[in-house]
């Protein structure tokens, strides 16, 4: 038997097995077409992130799960790209890790440690967040011609950002906090994104990255 992605040749030592002993890759995955090849096409980034993402939550909604774009591919969305990073993070409820793997798996996924992973698009998914601990109010629904793709809300990732640049002398989240500020100045409610700093004793970092947007605007 031979592996329609990696070309490797084995015996079975049962008929019809799943998976590719070498990669990895579900071959029963192949008998349908693959809902994910139209990223081959895309660019890596944020809409590359979204398109995939689109997909992949309308089969996770119809078993009940919710997945919420977090982290570095949620600063790599709202900066357009400024900020680029090699996977994608998501919340979810992880009462349904099972049942989330079941349908990764289903898009021709396989896990290794806490990564799932397809290899042949070059996409790497985690789940290290919660739903619960995501405001569910302030998500961003991105819509596309393959569905819906769930993004934390930008105040949740700038406060995220601007925690790391207070707490952990990040100037890497600083900078990152600063562009998601600047690009969403309008929409960002900073009310509430200084209620929360305050309750986090980050007020101070909020200060700064306010001062670092006005100066951007007073010299653009």
């Known amino acids: 038997m031979k592996?329609?992605?990696?070309?490797?040749?084995?015996?079975?030592?049962?008929?019809?097995?799943?998976?590719?002993?070498?990669?990895?890759?579900?071959?029963?995955?192949?008998?349908?077409?693959?809902?994910?090849?139209?990223a081959m096409s895309i660019e890596r980034g944020f809409q590359r992130t979204i398109y995939v993402m689109s997909i992949i939550s309308e089969r996770l909604k119809k078993k009940?799960?919710?997945?919420?774009?977090?982290?570095?591919?949620?600063?790599?969305?709202?900066?357009?790209?400024?900020?680029?990073?090699?996977?994608?993070?998501?919340?979810?409820?992880?009462?349904?890790?099972?049942?989330?793997?079941?349908?990764?798996?289903?898009?021709?996924?396989?896990?290794?440690?806490?990564?799932?992973?397809?290899?042949d698009l070059n996409l790497y998914?985690?789940?290290?967040?919660?739903?619960?601990?995501?405001?569910?109010?302030?998500?961003?629904?991105?819509?596309?011609?393959?569905?819906s793709a769930y993004v934390i809300g930008p105040e949740d990732i700038l406060l995220d950002r601007i925690q790391a640049a207070e707490h952990w002398k990040s100037q890497g989240d600083r900078e990152q906090a600063i562009r998601i500020g600047a690009a969403f100045y309008d929409e960002i409610d900073w009310g509430y994104t200084r209620k929360r700093c305050k309750k986090e004793l980050s007020e101070s970092m909020l200060d700064e990255v306010l001062e670092a947007i006005r100066d951007e605007n007073d010299n653009s």
């Open 3 to 38: 592996c329609p992605k990696c070309d490797y040749g084995w015996v079975p030592r049962k008929k019809d097995p799943k998976a590719c002993p070498r990669c990895k890759q579900r071959l029963d995955y192949y008998k349908t077409a693959d809902p994910l090849s139209g």
């Open 64 to 119: 009940g799960i919710l997945p919420v774009i977090i982290g570095g591919a949620a600063v790599e969305f709202y900066t357009r790209d400024w900020y680029a990073t090699g996977d994608i993070d998501l919340a979810i409820d992880k009462k349904k890790r099972e049942g989330f793997g079941e349908i990764m798996e289903e898009f021709g996924f396989h896990r290794e440690g806490r990564m799932w992973i397809r290899e």
């Open 125 to 147: 998914i985690e789940i290290p967040a919660d739903i619960k601990d995501v405001s569910a109010d302030r998500l961003t629904e991105v819509k596309t011609e393959k569905g």
